[in-house]
């Protein structure tokens, strides 16, 4: 990673993606590419995945880390989406998997939990008062 190549990764959240690339590309006319993409190079151009995870393994040890895959954080937001309680449909659809049976065996070792907790939290909310005696009649 150059000096120069830091700029390209300056983030200013107070100013929402869509309207800093349409300022970008409104300045650099026909010199913007419009590819539709949330991460590109100053020109709006596809950025390489090889050079994303090379940033991203930078940014972690700079940090002082322990080394981690940028692929990691993917599969780490959705064990916490389902571990909050996210329905799978969810997940399958953040995650852009093409059928939830993909979403299911990749996180089926999450799943027992889930449902178990789910159980019980559908055991509290039924009432647990002694049913009345009635006298036979």
């Known amino acids: 990673m150059t000096a ?3 700029s390209a990764f300056a983030c200013n959240f107070s100013e929402p993606i869509e309207a800093k690339q349409r300022r970008i590309g409104l300045a650099l006319g026909e010199h913007w590419t419009d590819s539709g993409l949330v991460f590109t190079n100053p ?3 596809f950025l390489h995945p090889a050079y ?3 940033v991203f393994c930078a940014i972690v040890a700079a940090a ?3 080394p981690v895959r940028l692929h990691d954080l993917r599969h780490g937001a959705a064990m916490l989406m389902l ?3 996210a329905d799978l449909k969810v ?3 953040l995650l852009g998997h093409s059928s939830i049976t993909i979403t299911g065996d990749t996180y089926a070792h999450v799943l ?3 449902v178990r907790d789910s159980a019980e939290a559908a055991a ?3 009432p647990r008062q002694a049913c009345p005696m009635r006298s036979a009649a």
Request: charged share 20%; net charge negative.
């Open 124 to 126: 509290a909310i039924v």
């Open 43 to 45: 020109d709006g151009t």
């Open 91 to 93: 997940v399958q659809d």
């Open 52 to 54: 994303v995870s090379d």
């Open 64 to 66: 002082g880390l322990p």
């Open 83 to 85: 571990a909050a309680g």
């Open 4 to 6: 120069n190549s830091k």
């Open 112 to 114: 027992p939990e889930l």
